[in-house]
């Protein structure tokens, strides 16, 4: 592998992070045929440039099965998405946001313990200012993620 193009690699070890974030350098090094100095500045370029943002934990179905989760569809008032954002960035309960085409601007992911906690939040999103309609999906299961 070590004669693939330093796109490919550094796609391949994207893809095994992505996989298992948990992997050691020198794993990743043995994976990726390289010296484990060469993953290393490899990691490090990626994390100066913003493509790796941080490593983190992904619940499993033991976890996420204790959560209520929804996703909130979210139509804006003209020049009010940045105070809606800044809104719901404040939510504990919201955790992502993104921004979309189409008759919603934003879906909003949440989480809460409960659907009583849940409904608090979403009733807290509904009263942001700049709020002009929701729609809510209560998530049932997840079938996969990656």
Request: charged content about 25%.
């Amino acid at each position: 592998m070590s004669r693939m193009p330093d796109k490919a690699q550094d796609d391949v070890l994207l893809e095994l992070l992505s996989a298992d974030a948990r992997l050691s350098t020198a794993a990743l090094a043995r994976r990726l045929g390289v010296a484990r100095s060469t993953v290393q500045g490899r990691l490090e370029r990626l994390e100066r440039s913003g493509v790796i943002r941080g490593y983190t934990v992904r619940l499993g179905p033991a976890a996420v099965a204790r959560q209520v989760q929804a996703h909130a569809m979210i139509a804006v008032e003209p020049q009010q998405q940045s105070l809606v954002e800044r809104k719901l960035k404040a939510m504990p309960a919201v955790t992502a946001l993104l921004t979309v085409s189409g008759p919603y601007d934003l879906i909003a992911m949440l989480a809460a313990e409960t659907t009583e906690a849940l409904d608090a939040a979403l009733d807290e999103l509904r009263a942001c200012p700049g709020v002009k309609s929701t729609t809510t999906s209560i998530v049932l299961s997840r079938r996969f993620e990656r």
